[in-house]
């Protein structure tokens, strides 16, 4: 009897220590399925639309002291029940105001604090609604609302939506990002189920131009490494199943850069609209920008790992 029992505590202890991480893996998994299933089901959806910008009303005016308000957004909503409803199966939709009645979380943990969920596009990220480098150039936009709706498949999304997005033909060597992005999607793959956190329930999904629009979700990893360009491939190629980020990767990264870590600051990608045999480096402190450099340049600038 006495072995009998110091045997089931062996296990007891063995099956303590096991099973969280067995648990945690099986999340993971499972997490990582449903992103890609979702991904591909916007992707899809995205490509039948035949315009990701111009939907709703957004305008602005001025109180009665003088100060500028919205005096009509019907944006993101519209776009939801007028565009994407036609080509993705949705269940609810939800205005900035009843967020959480389509299970979106008034908080979302990160890789290194807790948030709060924005409800405009402002709260996200200000240079969406204005920003400039230097005296160069400069851009700004009416701040609208989020708007919310789940899918058949259970899934929370919130919606960040710009009107008035540019196409791809406008883009040169540098330019400031944020009026190539048409839409952000905060997506929970489980509602308010949790652990509600940014790279495992929690991510996001950025559509950018407003014609031949493409589709990106990146994963960036917590680890960072400055250096030069070479180093920056070796340093994601030796991470599990990374790589750099291509320049619409990078945007998305610096639109949602208020979830992740080490965006406040310069870092390479894989491709540039600009010469060959240069690569783009996206500017996130100094409104936004994406340029060129050389590859032997910058050898402060940091590579942020990412996986599809």
């Known amino acids: 009897m006495a072995e009998i029992l110091l045997s089931l505590t062996i296990i007891g202890v063995v099956a303590a220590i096991t099973l969280p991480s067995l648990t945690g893996n099986i999340n993971e998994r499972t997490w990582n399925t449903q992103r890609k299933a979702l991904y ?5 959806a995205i490509a039948l639309m035949p315009d990701v910008n111009g939907y709703g009303t957004l305008t602005e005016g001025t109180d009665s002291s003088g100060s500028k308000v919205v005096t009509e957004d019907t944006v993101a909503e519209t ?5 994407l409803s036609k080509v993705l199966k949705i269940n609810n939709i939800c205005d900035a105001a009843h967020l959480a009645d389509c299970g979106i ?3 979302i943990n990160t890789q290194t604090s807790a948030v709060s969920t924005p409800v405009d596009w402002s709260g996200l990220n200000s240079q969406m609604v204005s920003t400039q480098y230097g005296g160069w150039t400069s851009y700004s936009m009416i701040n609208s609302k989020a708007a919310a709706f789940e899918t058949q498949n259970g899934e929370s999304i919130a919606v960040y939506y710009n009107p008035a997005c540019r196409t791809s033909a406008d883009l040169v060597t540098g330019y ?23 790279g495992k329930d929690i991510g996001f999904i950025t559509v950018l131009y407003s ?19 070479e180093d920056a491939i070796k340093f994601c190629r030796s991470q599990d199943d990374a790589r750099l980020p291509n320049k619409e990767e990078a945007i998305s990264l610096w639109l949602n850069r208020k979830f992740y870590g080490g965006i406040n600051y310069i870092f390479y990608t894989s491709s540039s609209p600009g010469a060959a045999n240069r690569i783009i480096i996206i500017d996130a402190p100094n409104g936004g920008m994406m340029g060129s450099c050389n590859k032997t340049e910058s050898n402060g600038v940091v590579a942020k790992c990412v996986k599809r």
Not at 40 to 44: D, E, I, K, N, T
């Open 40 to 44: 591909a089901r916007f992707s899809q």
């Open 79 to 83: 776009f939801v029940t007028e565009g």
């Open 105 to 107: 979380v008034s908080t």
């Open 176 to 198: 400031l990002v944020a009026p190539f992005v048409c839409a952000n999607f905060l997506y929970d793959l489980n509602g308010n189920k949790g652990p509600n956190t940014v």
């Open 211 to 229: 014609a031949d629009s493409n589709v990106v979700a990146p994963v960036p990893l917590i680890q960072t490494k400055a250096g030069y360009y």
